[in-house]
């Protein structure tokens, strides 16, 4: 039963660059970093700032 605690309802982690909760199944690990990413920052490869509202573009 403790076990449940250590996953949300819906299986959401947090991706390691932008910090923003996304489901576990989507996220890949990234091997020279050694974090998990989000598929925004790995399509991406800064992060999405989805996690992150202090991103500002010019």
Known sequence: MA???????DHTVACDR????????????DEDEGIFLCPMCQS???SCGCGDESQVED
């Open 3 to 9: 076990d449940k605690d250590l996953w949300t309802d």
């Open 18 to 29: 932008c910090g923003g909760n996304h489901d576990v199944s989507k996220l890949v690990l």
């Open 44 to 46: 991406e490869s800064i």
